[in-house]
């Protein structure tokens, strides 16, 4: 049995250790400390206490405070680091609420948290979530697990879809399309990544096409993965059908930039019920037409015109601030093109020069005449009947913003791109990961109002610093105190603290 005992030492404080007797002998079992206050003594005897009770289950027998608060001697701690284990508890709640801790295994779930931190290599990733959260991972685990996780990419649509729904009242009446280009660190193409017009300036390099549908939030719904070299407009019927068939809705409108409308497209809407926003490129109207709609429009700031097309009713409208913006940029391009003309060995391609033969070039003035009556105008193709005003189409295709906002917060703050793998499987689960993260970022800035970064950087600041008691061998967790701004984000976010 262990006895506590006080002595004297020399500098005549008080020592407490922990004894027991063997073959009448006393030997010290754990010396606690020493101290010269009766407050300091008092301390060491209960500390004295804990350690029998861990040692041997041992209860005193005039103990009556069985459930006594623990108490810790720093001089008897080693620090051993600190953790951001508070971020990392508020993003799997997130990931709950999400209901994509039903979907993959942990390892997903982390890549995809430590996606939102602190985007990086697979490889690295791993080493971060080690190094942040003290968490291991075998990096075989997820090339293992590849095929499983492949499957999963309808299953987390639709638990999206449905969050968009419950959080964010998400009715399907409005969904804005994008697409972007995600380059590759390698030169070598295969059936997926291709050479093909690159919005990174990365033409040099293999790349993959994406199409984004999101809300009028800017809250992502579904996407998919095209080969490189894919047309943009190509991408916008297999997208849009195969949402508007999977969740069952009866027609949608579908909100995209001028890069999408073709007859084919506008055919092809129309067969699956489907009503439209696209944007228009002016400069392919005729010139008759062109000076019909400058006539109506008059120069008005703010006044509209509907016309019907083949592609559709072409709303115009006219700004004054576009047009000086219009005018300004002209005016460049009419000097760039003077000024090389003066110089027949340096004339390059540019706007409003036209080539007459091999060594001659000149101005080209009917398309500068037909930029001077389109100064100012910006126009929109719809299948939407008059009872959507003009007004409230073009607001609807203004926030069309949102779909490249998602874009950037993938590229930049998510660092989608470059990317490091080389097989289709690979680069098909990193991008449902990133979609994943970039869904739950999303969350995070419509509840707060807040960048991701400015989220991130707040959430990080409350860390766990470590310490090791010698006396009991245990590892002690001392929290930052979590300052207000942090707990009004929770409770935006619906996440208690």
């Known amino acids: 049995m262990y006895h506590i005992r006080k002595t004297k030492t020399s500098s005549k404080a008080t020592a407490v250790q922990v004894v027991y007797y063997l073959e009448r002998?006393?030997?010290?079992?754990?010396?606690?400390?020493?101290?010269?206050?009766?407050?300091?003594?008092?301390?060491?005897?209960?500390?004295?206490?804990?350690?029998?009770?861990?040692?041997?289950?041992?209860?005193?027998?005039?103990?009556?405070?069985?459930?006594?608060?623990?108490?810790?001697?720093?001089?008897?701690?080693?620090?051993?680091?600190?953790?951001?284990?508070?971020?990392?508890?508020?993003?799997?709640?997130?990931?709950?609420?999400?209901?994509?801790?039903?979907?993959?295994n942990m390892l997903f779930h982390d890549l995809v948290i430590i996606r939102i931190i602190k985007p990086a290599s697979k490889l690295r990733s791993l080493e971060l979530l080690k190094e942040y959260f003290g968490i291991s991972h075998r990096r075989q685990t997820f090339y293992e697990s590849l095929p499983k996780l492949l499957s999963l990419k309808d299953e987390v649509e639709s638990l999206t879809v449905k969050f968009a729904k419950k959080e964010l009242a998400?009715?399907?009446?409005?969904?804005?399309?994008?697409?972007?280009?995600?380059?590759?660190?390698?030169?070598?193409?295969?059936?997926?990544?291709?050479?093909?017009?690159?919005?990174?300036?990365?033409?040099?390099?293999?790349?993959?096409?994406?199409?984004?549908?999101?809300t009028g939030?800017?809250?992502?719904?579904?996407?998919?993965?095209?080969?490189?070299?894919?047309?943009?407009?190509?991408?916008?019927?297999?997208?849009?059908?195969?949402?508007?068939?999977?969740?069952k809705i009866p027609t949608l409108t579908i909100v995209a930039d001028a890069g999408m409308i073709s007859l084919e497209n506008?055919?092809?809407?129309?067969?699956?019920?489907?009503?439209?926003?696209?944007?228009?490129?002016?400069?392919?109207?005729?010139?008759?037409?062109?000076?019909?709609?400058?006539?109506?429009?008059?120069?008005?700031?703010?006044?509209?015109?509907?016309?019907?097309?083949?592609?559709?009713?072409?709303?115009?409208?006219?700004?004054?601030?576009?047009?000086?913006?219009?005018?300004?940029?002209?005016?460049?391009?009419?000097?760039?093109?003077?000024?090389?003309?003066?110089?027949?060995?340096?004339?390059?391609?540019?706007?409003?020069?036209?080539?007459?033969?091999?060594?001659?070039?000149?101005?080209?003035?009917?398309?500068?005449e037909k930029t001077k009556l389109l100064l100012g105008v910006k126009g929109y193709y719809t299948n939407l009947d008059t009872s959507v005003s003009n007004r409230e189409i073009i607001e609807h295709y203004h926030n069309l913003w949102h779909v490249e906002q998602a874009f950037r917060i993938a590229k930049n703050d998510l660092e989608t791109r470059p990317i490091f793998h080389f097989k289709e499987d690979a680069i098909k689960v990193h991008m449902l990961i990133c979609f994943m993260a970039l869904a739950v970022s999303k969350y995070m800035e419509i509840k707060t109002?807040?960048?991701l970064q400015q989220i991130v950087n707040l959430l990080k600041q409350i860390t766990d610093a470590r310490l090791f008691d010698t006396l009991t061998n245990k590892e002690i967790i001392l929290r930052t105190k979590i300052p207000e701004e942090v707990k009004d984000i929770l409770k935006k976010m619906g996440l208690s603290y």
Request: charged residues 25%; contains cysteine.
């Open 25 to 104: 002998k006393m030997i010290i079992a754990k010396h606690i400390g020493s101290g010269h206050l009766a407050k300091e003594v008092e301390i060491l005897l209960k500390l004295a206490q804990t350690w029998i009770k861990k040692e041997t289950k041992q209860q005193g027998l005039f103990d009556k405070t069985k459930n006594q608060s623990s108490l810790t001697l720093l001089d008897k701690c080693e620090y051993v680091g600190f953790r951001y284990s508070f971020i990392y508890e508020v993003l799997i709640k997130l990931l709950d609420h999400f209901e994509f801790s039903t979907v993959g």
């Open 170 to 214: 998400f009715d399907f009446s409005l969904v804005f399309y994008d697409v972007t280009t995600l380059y590759f660190e390698s030169f070598s193409s295969d059936e997926l990544r291709k050479n093909g017009f690159s919005k990174d300036n990365k033409s040099q390099q293999p790349q993959i096409v994406i199409g984004l549908m999101v």
């Open 217 to 247: 939030q800017g809250f992502p719904i579904a996407y998919e993965v095209f080969a490189g070299n894919k047309f943009e407009g190509h991408t916008l019927i297999p997208v849009v059908k195969n949402f508007k068939d999977k969740h």
């Open 266 to 368: 506008v055919k092809a809407l129309e067969k699956n019920a489907l009503k439209y926003i696209v944007g228009a490129r002016m400069g392919n109207i005729s010139l008759k037409t062109i000076s019909t709609i400058s006539n109506e429009l008059n120069c008005q700031d703010g006044a509209t015109l509907r016309i019907a097309t083949t592609y559709g009713d072409l709303i115009c409208a006219f700004s004054k601030k576009r047009y000086r913006k219009d005018k300004r940029e002209m005016g460049k391009q009419i000097e760039k093109a003077q000024n090389l003309l003066k110089k027949p060995k340096e004339v390059k391609r540019t706007k409003f020069l036209k080539t007459t033969s091999k060594t001659n070039c000149e101005l080209n003035n009917s398309l500068i």
């Open 449 to 451: 109002n807040k960048s």
